[in-house]
């Protein structure tokens, strides 16, 4: 995912510790962390709980969390790719209308 992302021009950040925990991907001038998550952050407890204190965490420091289920880079990571770029996009949208 990160290399996808380079590819297309976004500045992101692999591992970056964000104060909490280490981020998987962290793109700063749009605000917004990106976790790929493997089906364990999807039933086990402790695993969802953490990630839900995590992404409070960030929150408050004004960032936004996007969870990207490994099962979206293993059928299509192209297009998961693009839709992340199009997110990332309308996120510095926001931050630069708020400025």
């Given at each position: 995912m990160y290399l996808s992302l380079k590819l297309r021009g976004?500045?992101?950040e692999l591992?970056?510790?964000d104060g909490y925990k280490t981020v998987d991907i962290a793109v700063a001038d749009a605000k917004v962390n990106i976790e790929v998550d493997g089906p364990q952050h999807h039933y086990?407890?402790?695993e969802a709980l953490s990630d839900l204190?995590?992404?409070l965490h960030v929150f408050r420091k004004g960032y936004l969390?996007?969870?990207?289920?490994t099962a979206l880079l293993n059928e299509n990571l192209e297009e998961t790719?693009?839709?992340i770029c199009d997110f990332l996009k309308l996120s510095k949208m926001k931050i630069l209308r708020a400025i």
């Open positions: 976004v500045s992101a591992e970056k510790f086990k407890y402790e204190q995590r992404t969390t996007l969870r990207i289920p790719a693009n839709s």
